[in-house]
């Protein structure tokens, strides 16, 4: 009898243990599935990003160049940075094949030194490729990214943030396209005075122009002209709605994400996706945490969802990457730098996009409106109107070229010859 329920018990435990062993192998099947499904991701990703340059809207290394070394690029190794998002090795393992280097000067500089501190930036960027020409080649059209592409070098590009750094000035406009500048930001977060920013949607500013004034409607066929894009991140939708209706060429929001996900002023609201799509322009999607769930957390996974978004309302053709990089102080988990864009990519794929949708956001769809707005370059007539002086006055600015205006009261700029003579008698006989 005991021997009898010995083997029943040995056999309950082979049993018990058997469905052990079996439980056991199936977790380590689906892990192994599940594993072997994310490397496939991950890998693909690779691949597509190997065939199709990743072209990034909007990177602030430059700014912290400023800020931690007064740009003097003999103090610090790109190579070796590592307190910021970006450096050069970072960006070879993120698979990056161009980059939009930012010229940012703040708002508190507007009507004072924008302009020369843009320029700095400007010749910051420049110097870094220069520098270090075996990982950056200086970009100016679409067929040179390629090309840096090609030969295995990150096309370094510029763009300047802000249309307070050209001091309302066309002149000034068309010498940083001489220097390399391919698209300028409306505005940032303040007014110009012929433009109108984010800020004024969220309550924070008064309006100025009501979207775009007379002159800004201007500076924006100039753009055209020359072949500068047009970014309207950082813009209010009066104005977005303005620019959409006057431009000849497509144009990009640099790094913005979509409003129905995150409902701040930052992002783009569907009517504009939409507006976005008829006019063949581009999305590129912005990393910060506050743009991309309103919230100081955020993960991959939510950007993804902004990705997703703006593909179901604007089209695949009209979304791209802007990951706002070292220009804000949080990014989501899984996103920490520059070096993590293929795992985002991955997502996507994971997410079921398609090869052609994949690369159509690297790359494709910037070098498409790249290219348009260059062909638009060949057909806009210019106009070199200045800004009324009186929308400019200020105690930093004079009136040179303005006819009867004064220079702060002190000279005699084109003053008619009756009270220029009147003006001198008086001031002889006293």
């Known amino acids: 009898m005991e021997d009898r329920h010995e083997r029943i018990r040995l056999k309950w435990r082979t049993t018990s243990e058997k469905s052990v062993i079996k439980k056991m192998w199936i977790a380590l099947f689906l892990l192994c599935v599940c594993q072997c499904s994310a490397d496939q991701f991950r890998l693909r990703a690779e691949a597509l990003m190997k065939e199709t340059p990743l072209i990034d809207g909007h990177n602030d290394l430059p700014y912290q160049l400023l800020l931690r070394y007064h740009n003097q690029l003999g103090k610090v190794d790109l190579n070796k940075l590592n307190e910021t998002h970006t450096n050069i090795n970072k960006l070879k393992a993120g ?42 080649r200086s970009a100016v059209t679409s067929e040179a990214i390629t090309a840096a592409f090609k030969g295995k070098q990150v096309a370094s590009l510029i763009g300047v943030e802000g249309g307070h750094s050209i001091d309302s000035s066309m002149a000034t406009l068309r010498l940083f396209y001489l220097l390399g500048v391919r ?33 800004g409607k201007k500076v924006i066929l100039e753009m055209n002209r020359i072949g500068m894009i047009i970014d309207l991140a950082h813009t209010s939708v009066k104005t977005m709605n303005d620019v959409l209706d006057i431009s000849k060429a497509p144009v990009m929001f ?14 783009v609201p569907d009517d504009i996706l939409k507006r976005v799509r008829q006019k063949k322009g581009i999305v590129m999607v912005n990393f910060f945490n506050n743009f991309v769930t309103c919230k100081p957390e955020a993960t991959l996974s939510d950007v993804a969802d902004h990705f997703d978004h703006i593909k179901k309302v604007a089209g695949y053709q009209s979304v791209g990457f802007g990951g ?6 949080r990014v989501p988990t899984g996103l920490d730098d520059v070096s993590y864009y293929p795992d985002l990519v991955a997502e996507l794929l994971r997410r079921k996009w398609t090869d052609v949708e994949v690369k159509a956001a690297l790359g494709e769809n910037f070098l498409r409106v790249f290219e348009q707005v260059q062909n638009v370059k060949k057909f806009t007539p210019g106009d070199d109107e200045p800004i009324p002086y009186d929308q400019v006055k200020n105690s930093c600015r004079t009136s040179y070229g303005y006819g009867d205006q004064t220079d702060n009261g002190n000279s005699l700029v084109f003053m008619p010859a009756v009270i220029t003579s009147v003006y001198l008698a008086h001031h002889l006989l006293v």
């Open 324 to 329: 706002d990089y070292d220009g804000v102080p």
């Open 183 to 215: 698209y300028m930001t409306i505005t940032h977060s303040c007014n110009t005075p012929w433009a109108d920013n984010w800020r004024v949607d969220a309550g924070d500013d008064p309006a100025k122009s009501n979207g775009l004034s007379e002159f």
């Open 95 to 136: 698979l990056v094949g161009g980059q939009f280097w930012v010229a940012y000067a703040p708002c508190s500089t507007q009507y004072k030194d924008a302009v020369r501190l843009t320029l700095e930036q400007i010749d910051v960027i420049n110097r870094m490729a220069s520098q270090y020409s075996q990982t950056f």
């Open 254 to 267: 640099s790094h913005s994400s979509a409003y129905t996900l995150c409902n701040h002023n930052r992002n």
